[in-house]
């Protein structure tokens, strides 16, 4: 009976200590109940406030979850140190202080995504709309997150990047301003003469709705002597969206050839000359009649 006594009288002890901690425990979950609404209200205040600024969306979003970290973190050392009143702000920090090291390594991954997160929020050169490229991904930027960034690819599909991904390697922003220059070879025929050519061109190109020509110039420039022809480069500047690109190529490749069509200028196509090192015999008619004689 010795045995049972003993364990009795330590669910005893148990259960005292469980009473005089329970009105500890139950004010520790009402203050995380009370740190949940006003990181809520924090939240919602900030945006109402940052909204009024003239800050990017990434930033705000930025600000808006360390406002939340910030009231989550003093809400919980306070909840810890009512529920165990032998603990004091500074074994708290010195626990961190270990325990961080080892979350450190075994978590570095999620850190390294994370830090590289907060800089590409803090930093202005990408944002949500933007159309980017990166290690053989590309497409506008949907959201940009403290861990992730997801990208919508022109067929429509979701890429999630990592963003130390976004932060280690070289990263192209199509958008970053809103005009681009694009380029396509338009090649005229031998016998045709350089300098008019060059005109008909440019004037095409001008004269497209989508080309920007006030503010940036229309250049043409006779680039090489290809097989068939004098190959033209044709630099003009547009929107910088990829539809904008497509749109202004189909527009000036059509408005070139219909231009070159009028003017009589030709745009040849591939010239073949066969070399033969003995003559070749022909057979006519008349004599397909006399063999058959």
Not at 130 to 148: K, M, N, P, Q
Not at 172 to 191: A, E, N, P
Not at 240 to 252: A, N
Request: charged share 20%; net charge neutral; glycine share 6%.
């Amino acid at each position: 009976m010795e045995p049972i006594n003993i364990l009795v009288t330590q669910l005893r002890d148990i259960a005292r200590g469980a009473i005089e901690v329970m009105p500890q425990l139950l004010i520790a979950f009402v203050i995380i109940l009370l740190t949940y609404a006003f990181a809520k209200l924090a939240k919602n205040i900030a945006q109402r406030i940052l909204k009024k600024t003239k800050l990017r969306k990434s930033l705000i979003n930025l600000l808006i979850l360390f406002s939340s970290i910030a009231i989550w973190i003093i809400g919980i050392m306070i909840a810890a140190i009512i529920a165990f009143p032998g603990l004091t702000p500074t074994k708290m920090l010195a626990g961190l202080g270990i325990g961080s090291v080892a979350i450190g390594f075994a978590f570095k991954d999620i850190f390294e995504n994370f830090l590289a997160g907060i800089i590409i929020l803090i930093r202005k050169e990408m944002r949500i709309n933007d159309f980017i490229a990166c290690e053989g991904y590309e497409g506008t930027v949907e959201s940009i997150l403290v861990r992730e960034t997801h990208i919508r690819q022109p067929d429509g599909e979701l890429v999630i990047l990592p963003n130390s991904i976004l932060f280690k390697n070289p990263l192209t922003i199509r958008t970053d301003l809103d005009q681009r220059r694009t380029t396509i070879v338009c090649g005229v025929g031998y016998g045709e003469n350089v300098d008019e050519a060059r005109a008909v061109i440019k004037q095409a190109v001008t004269n497209c709705k989508t080309v920007i020509s006030d503010s940036r110039p229309v250049q043409i420039f006779a680039n090489e002597f290809a097989d068939s022809s004098i190959n033209f480069e044709v630099t003009w500047w547009t929107g910088s969206k990829p539809l904008d690109i497509r749109e202004s190529r189909d527009e000036v490749v059509a408005a070139v050839k219909s231009a070159l069509d009028k003017s009589g200028i030709e745009i040849p196509f591939p010239y073949r000359t066969l070399t033969f090192n003995q003559p070749i015999s022909v057979n006519t008619d008349k004599q397909q009649d006399e063999t058959a004689e």
